[in-house]
């Protein structure tokens, strides 16, 4: 079992900063992949990006390349995700995600085992 608990959500200006976080427990050494993804209202849960615990290969989606970075930290089995130049269609539900299965990262959501409870975020125009 692997638990994930998001943090960092909130509400920001365009042009903004966010940094979230995610705290995975339990079963951590068999993560291979971590990945975000956020949900937007009325529309699918889609990939953000991911990280991989080999090598930290990144991926990112096209709409938030060059705006958002995705490290980890080791020591407290975190993985953050930094939002920057915020735009309002970034508004959405944030999720981090772990699957244990896989070497390379994905970005479908049906390869991640875990799941975190998600947090808001918010951006004002």
């Known amino acids: 079992q692997v638990q994930l608990v998001e943090s960092g959500g909130g509400l920001v200006q365009a042009g903004g900063s966010l940094r979230l976080s995610c705290a995975a427990s339990g079963r951590t050494f068999s993560i291979n992949v971590m990945g975000w993804f956020r949900q937007a209202p009325g529309k699918e849960r889609e990939f953000v990006g991911a990280?991989?615990?080999?090598?930290?290969?990144?991926s990112y989606a096209d709409s938030v390349k060059g705006r958002f970075t995705i490290s980890r930290d080791y020591a407290k089995n975190t993985v953050n995700l930094q939002m920057n130049s915020l735009k309002p269609e970034d508004t959405a539900v944030y999720y981090c995600a772990a699957d244990l299965h896989n070497s390379a990262y994905s970005h479908e959501q049906y390869e991640y085992d875990y799941w975190g409870q998600g947090t808001q975020v918010s951006v004002s125009s």
């Open positions: 990280i991989t615990r080999r090598g930290g290969s990144t």
